[in-house]
């Protein structure tokens, strides 16, 4: 049988044969028959909007791989920013190329004073550090006016090694901000994820050295948040970028969809949902009434897995790990019980609902002193290298602008009606 669709206008009697490449057919061909007839197709379900070749995302199976590596390895052997070279290049680094990466990552973590102390410490003083975040990305766009030379390949490699080297930094500091501690400036003797713990958590002491177990935890959780296909941020950071926006208001866009809590919030919800729920006698009644449809079952479910989310494996285990260090966070036995409930339940088995990568995260950050509201904050971090691994795939595309149509349910032509007659 062919690798191809036939379609068929009844209208028209007119019929078209399409073939099936890398699993898609192409739009264009179908509008050869059917011109002005659109998918319908909210929330783009199944709708491939690019080509892409940085993640593979098996939903069924629960597979995830980095430009052909399994996450399982990466999160194993690799580090985040040998990762986000990984993403951003296509292959992983040589020796001297990991160095030098590295080198340039460390000698940009710093900010603009500027951006410190009259942008970030401007805001009010309980101001939601992800909001804060979200708004210094994109004010970085003014100080850098080199970004809006998107197609000079200097250029543009300097702006992905800032933003990458400075989210740790804009993470902290609003941190840093809105519990009232001093601005801590990079360390640049420390390792990535060492710093980032550096720039949050060093008081007076002259060098801050975090417990080596929770460097190594920060580490893979930034790996396995660095990407994730067409997710609703990468989306709209190619959607974005698809206007020839510069890299910082691209991300400022696509951070700010991070922000919602169907995505890069839910680990904040999570919290949020088992304090709510409080004992493992209570998750039950909680199973319940999410059942009767009050609610949702935070970190559970995803548009792509349909099976269990490969992340989270791999995150339950390093819980254990941080609570080797840091003692049991309490809100696990509540977690594992709504897990193991929730997996027994034909409401959520029928709905192919499994815990995904936020489910575990955010008890575990919690362990480690992040406040709840800095999660979303912890999620962008490293996804800041999938952003712009996407950003800059799509420029090498010259991908069109994005601009889907609609299927238009308004009012048809009417006349104007004066006001003294309506
Ligand atoms: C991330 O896309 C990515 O890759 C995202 C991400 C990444 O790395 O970038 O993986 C990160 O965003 C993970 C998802 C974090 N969000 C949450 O955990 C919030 C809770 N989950 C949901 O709101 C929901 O599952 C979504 C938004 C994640 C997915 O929504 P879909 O695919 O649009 O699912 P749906 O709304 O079509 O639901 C199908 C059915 C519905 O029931 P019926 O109407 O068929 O009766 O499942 C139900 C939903 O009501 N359902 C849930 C549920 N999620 C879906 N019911 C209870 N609890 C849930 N969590």
């Known amino acids: 049988m062919p690798d191809s669709i ?5 209208r028209t009697g007119q019929s078209l044969e399409i073939p099936i490449r890398n699993g898609g057919v192409s739009s264009a061909e179908w ?53 986000a070279y990984l993403l951003l290049k296509g292959e992983l680094p040589n020796e001297e190329q990991y160095k030098q990466w590295v080198s340039d990552i460390t000698h940009h973590t710093f900010i603009h004073e500027n951006v410190r102390k009259r942008f970030l410490e401007g805001f009010h003083y309980d101001a939601h550090p992800m909001g804060m975040l979200v708004s210094a990305i994109a004010a970085l766009s003014t100080f850098y006016l080199d970004a809006k030379e998107i197609y000079n390949p200097a250029a543009r490699e300097k702006q992905i090694v800032r933003l990458i080297a400075k989210m740790p930094t804009l993470a902290a500091a609003a941190h840093r901000f809105s519990v009232g501690m001093p601005f801590v400036y990079p360390d640049n003797e420390l390792p990535f994820a060492a710093n980032f713990l550096s ?72 919290v949020r949902m088992l304090t709510e729920i409080g004992s493992m006698e209570n998750v039950g009644d909680y199973v319940k009434s999410v059942k009767a449809g009050h609610g949702r079952l935070q970190g559970f479910g995803h548009r792509v897995y349909k099976n269990y989310d490969p992340r989270a494996r791999i995150i339950k285990r390093v819980a254990y790990e941080v609570f080797e260090v840091t003692g049991k966070n309490p809100l696990l036995d509540i977690a594992l019980k709504l897990e193991e409930v929730a997996l027994n ?12 990568v936020d489910f575990y995260s955010g008890i575990i950050y919690q362990a480690m002193g992040f406040p709840v509201d800095m999660f979303p904050v912890l999620f962008a971090i490293p996804r800041m290298s999938g952003w712009l691994a996407h950003w800059s795939e799509l420029l090498d595309q010259d991908s069109k602008i994005v601009r889907p149509r609609q299927v238009y349910s308004g009012a048809p032509e009417r006349k104007y009606v004066p006001i003294d007659q309506r």
């Open 6 to 10: 036939t379609i068929t206008d009844n």
């Open 199 to 270: 720039m949050m958590w060093k008081v007076a002491e002259p060098h801050y050295s975090a417990n080596p177990a929770l460097v190594k935890a920060i580490d893979v959780l930034f790996i396995l948040h660095a990407d994730h296909e067409q997710n609703c941020s990468t989306t709209a950071m190619r959607t974005a970028g698809s206007a020839h926006a510069d890299p910082y208001s691209s991300a400022a866009a696509a951070a700010a969809s991070l922000y919602g809590p169907r995505h890069g919030g839910a680990n904040e919800a999570v």
């Open 345 to 356: 339940d034909d409401y959520f088995v029928s709905r192919r609902l499994y815990p995904n």
């Open 31 to 83: 509008q050869k028959i059917l011109p002005g007839i659109w998918f319908h197709d909210p929330g783009l379900t199944t709708t491939a909007m690019t080509e892409s070749a940085i993640s593979y995302l098996d939903g069924d199976a629960g597979i995830l791989r980095y430009r052909g590596y399994p996450i399982e390895q990466l999160a194993e052997e690799s580090t985040y920013l040998e990762v």
